[in-house]
């Protein structure tokens, strides 16, 4: 059964980092868009960053460009989301998803195949 395990959150204060990971199991995802998502209380699910199966391709949401970085290593089926000066309106559980085919990186949560369970982020200011 496929899954996405997400890894990394926690608390952290304004300005600090965090590395979310995203693990794969039960089949390869190497063909997919792999795309990390957040949902705050009270908000919809929306958009962080997405890459596309080969790496060649990168989108992320306007809040979050320079700042999130993310990437991918097909030998460990692993996304990984790079977060740096973090803000207290970064404050959300973030999920890991996967979009088939992967040639392209849609934004629109109901497009993705699979979803991790979420991982919280609390930012402090």
């Known amino acids: 059964q496929a899954q996405l395990a997400e890894s990394g959150g926690g608390l952290v204060q304004a300005g600090g980092s965090l590395r979310l990971t995203c693990a794969a199991s039960?089949?390869?995802?190497?063909?997919?868009?792999m795309g990390w998502f957040r949902q705050a209380p009270g908000e919809e699910r929306e958009f962080v960053a997405g890459?596309?199966?080969?790496?060649?391709?990168?989108s992320y949401a306007d809040s979050v460009q320079g700042r999130f970085t993310i990437s991918r290593d097909h030998a460990k089926n692993t996304v990984y989301l790079q977060m740096n000066s973090l803000r207290p309106e970064d404050t959300a559980v973030y999920y890991c998803?996967?979009?088939?085919?992967?040639?392209?990186?849609?934004?629109?949560?109901?497009?993705?195949?699979?979803w991790g369970q979420g991982t919280q982020v609390t930012v402090s200011s």
């Open positions: 039960g089949r390869p995802f190497s063909s997919y868009t």
């Open positions: 890459i596309t199966w080969n790496g060649g391709s990168t």
């Open positions: 998803a996967a979009d088939f085919p992967g040639h392209r990186i849609l934004t629109t949560p109901a497009e993705y195949d699979y």
